[in-house]
């Protein structure tokens, strides 16, 4: 396989798992203590990351719990969020403007908040009130802290055996990224240059096809694209679909995932160019068959960890060029 790591990405997925306990901590503390209700607060990738379990939290829970864009919370407010409140955020570099903005705020209100944090020292790991330093593992983070709050609630009582069964993700995750590899190869090749393209998920899977759409493709590679969801499609987007349109279908399997068939049967007729990423076409025998749906997210992360490299080759672009963010003074 082109450029593929395999002893980094077991170690990066590893460093996720080990932040789990100290989430846990974190979370069971606040919970002795009491609190009103819960914020999932981010901006770009973050808020996509938080989408993803907000999904699952707003289908499996009781939970008082709103998402807010940072820049827009800042801007606007929230009349829910108070002395009560706990905020969780994440910020890989650990200076977001908008995120540090956000943290300052939400403090001059009196609620507390938990940070992932990439940078130990950065003025975010000082700023919040828990911290939790690492850069690995996004979806371990926000996985462990939702449903911790869910299991100390009452209301998702397999969580210690969730976490059991996830310890198998780092070399079940290596195995689908070795499965996918040919297919994302294949359509980064075909689609490179491609003038347009359109992603669509729902359900847990949503947040993420914005965000590869969003902070991946556009950001990183500067390529056009538009994200709709499964449920929007048919409100607008589909009009402009045609034989020549590149859509990408993100699929998993929670309960949104009639909604996709439903956009896939419509695509298939129209566009000679749909692409489907679909969970359910891998095997992870070492996951229980009921928590699949829970763990689509980490799956198609993984496939689209392997779209990036051969577009990135293909390209002739590499990631980590930016002409605009944090090049200019905005």
Same mark, same amino acid.
């Given at each position: 396989?082109?450029?593929?790591?395999?002893?980094?990405?077991?170690?990066?997925?590893?460093?996720?798992?080990?932040?789990?306990?100290?989430?846990?901590?974190?979370?069971?503390?606040?919970?002795?203590?009491?609190?009103?209700?819960?914020?999932?607060?981010?901006?770009?990738?973050?808020?996509?990351?938080?989408?993803?379990?907000?999904?699952?939290?707003?289908?499996?829970?009781?939970?008082n719990?709103?998402?807010?864009?940072?820049?827009?919370?800042?801007?606007?407010?929230?009349?829910?969020? %108070?002395?009560?409140? *706990?905020?969780?955020?994440?910020s #890989?570099?650990? /200076?977001? +403007?908008?995120?540090?903005? =956000?943290?300052? $705020?939400?403090?001059?209100?009196?609620?507390?908040?938990?940070?992932y944090?990439?940078d130990?020292?950065?003025?975010?790991?000082?700023?919040?009130?828990?911290?939790?330093?690492?850069?690995?593992?996004?979806?371990?983070?926000?996985?462990?802290?939702?449903?911790?709050?869910?299991?100390?609630?009452?209301e998702?009582?397999?969580?210690?055996?969730?976490?059991?069964?996830?310890? %198998?993700?780092?070399? *079940?995750?290596?195995?689908?990224? #070795?499965?996918? /590899?040919? +297919?994302?190869?294949?359509? =980064?090749?075909? $689609?490179?240059?491609?003038?347009?393209?359109?992603?669509?998920?729902s359900?847990?899977?949503?947040?993420?096809?914005?965000?590869?759409?969003m902070?991946?493709?556009?950001?990183?590679?500067?390529?056009?694209?538009?994200?709709?969801?499964?449920s929007?499609?048919?409100?607008?987007?589909?009009?402009?679909?045609?034989?020549?349109?590149?859509?990408?279908?993100?699929?998993?399997?929670?309960?949104?995932?009639?909604?996709?068939?439903?956009?896939?049967?419509?695509?298939? +007729?129209?566009?000679?160019?749909?692409?489907v990423?679909?969970?359910?076409?891998?095997?992870?025998?070492?996951?229980?068959?009921?928590?699949?749906?829970?763990i689509?997210?980490?799956v198609?992360?993984?496939?689209?960890?392997r779209?990036?490299?051969?577009?990135?080759?293909?390209?002739?672009?590499?990631?980590?060029?930016?002409?605009?963010?944090?090049?200019?003074d905005?």
């Open positions: 396989m082109f450029n593929f790591k395999e002893k980094e990405f077991l170690q990066t997925e590893q460093r996720g798992l080990d932040i789990i306990k100290d989430v846990e901590n974190i979370v069971d503390n606040i919970c002795k203590e009491g609190y009103g209700n819960l914020f999932f607060v981010g901006i770009g990738g973050t808020i996509a990351y938080a989408k993803q379990t907000e999904s699952i939290v707003k289908s499996h829970s009781t939970l719990l709103h998402v807010e864009n940072a820049a827009d919370l800042v801007a606007l407010g929230n009349c829910h969020l %108070n002395k009560d409140t *706990i905020v969780i955020i994440e #890989k570099s650990g /200076d977001t +403007k908008e995120i540090v903005d =956000a943290v300052d $705020y939400v403090h001059t209100l009196g609620a507390k908040v938990i940070g944090i990439g130990p020292e950065s003025i975010l790991s000082k700023k919040v009130d828990y911290v939790v330093n690492g850069n690995s593992g996004p979806y371990y983070f926000w996985f462990s802290a939702s449903l911790r709050f869910m299991y100390n609630k009452g998702f009582d397999d969580y210690e055996d969730f976490i059991n069964n996830i310890q %198998n993700l780092p070399a *079940i995750l290596c195995q689908v990224q #070795k499965d996918a /590899d040919a +297919k994302c190869e294949d359509y =980064a090749e075909k $689609y490179k240059d491609a003038p347009i393209q359109y992603f669509i998920g359900g847990n899977l949503e947040g993420w096809a914005y965000c590869y759409a902070c991946i493709l556009e950001e990183m590679q500067w390529m056009r694209t538009k994200f709709v969801s499964g929007n499609f048919f409100h607008g987007t589909l009009e402009v679909i045609d034989r020549d349109t590149s859509v990408i279908l993100f699929i998993g399997e929670d309960n949104s995932r009639q909604i996709m068939n439903r956009v896939d049967n419509f695509v298939q +007729k129209i566009s000679a160019n749909v692409t990423f679909d969970t359910k076409d891998y095997t992870y025998d070492d996951i229980d068959e009921k928590y699949r749906g829970l689509s997210p980490f198609m992360r993984a496939i689209c960890q779209i990036s490299v051969h577009l990135e080759h293909k390209r002739r672009h590499p990631l980590a060029i930016r002409r605009y963010y944090r090049c200019l905005y």
